[in-house]
């Protein structure tokens, strides 16, 4: 059995209160690293996308398993791409690959810059369909927004737009074992397009 955590939505804001939440969540998760194949942080690191905000976030992520990383829409791509990706094109969206044995971890990036809602734009749903094609085994794909109402009305006004965009690649690709993200602050299981889809509580707060 593989297993994956998954964290969501800590804000790193520069308070004691969050980076206390943070701290807490990855003692949890790291006491617990020799059960764990892999960690998923699915988005909104930072509260304000700031460049302060993001090399807290880089220190406080820390974990000895393999980590993979996607950004909300709290977050901004240029910081983001500085402080984990230097050399990277500061407004390139952040899409990557980790396979640990038959399993691939895809973290797309499902945020609109300037904008609270979520999109996958044509650069990123090519490198999700390319990526699919590529992977032997199954495949789990993280992202922030999603792309399915929760009957939360104000979180399902920012949800994912034109979430058929993914939709169509799911179904094209039955190597998709499972989708996650976060951006709700709400624990949820649900599927999307036959898939399990998982949703993440918050980190820095959790919404009833």
Known sequence: MFVIAQLSDLHVNGTHRNRARIEAAFDYVNSRADGIDALLVTGDLTD???????????????????????????????????????????????NEALTLG????????SSLPGERRGFL?????????ASLDE????????????PVTLGMPMMDSIMMSDPQR????????????ALVCGHAHSAAVTTFHGRPL?????????LN
């Open 48 to 94: 304000r996308g700031s460049a302060e905000e993001m090399l807290e976030a880089r220190k406080l992520i820390a974990s000895p398993l393999p980590t993979l990383i996607t950004i909300g829409n709290h977050d901004a791509r240029p910081t983001f791409n500085e402080v984990f990706r230097p050399g990277t094109d500061p407004t390139a969206p952040v």
């Open 102 to 109: 038959d399993v691939t971890l895809l973290s797309v990036d």
């Open 121 to 129: 734009d044509d650069q990123t749903v090519d490198w999700l369909g």
């Open 135 to 146: 992977a032997d085994g199954h495949v789990v794909v993280a992202f922030h927004h999603p």
């Open 166 to 177: 993914l939709g169509d690649v799911v179904d094209a690709h039955p190597n998709v074992a």
């Open 198 to 206: 998982c949703l993440a509580p918050g980190v820095a707060s959790t």
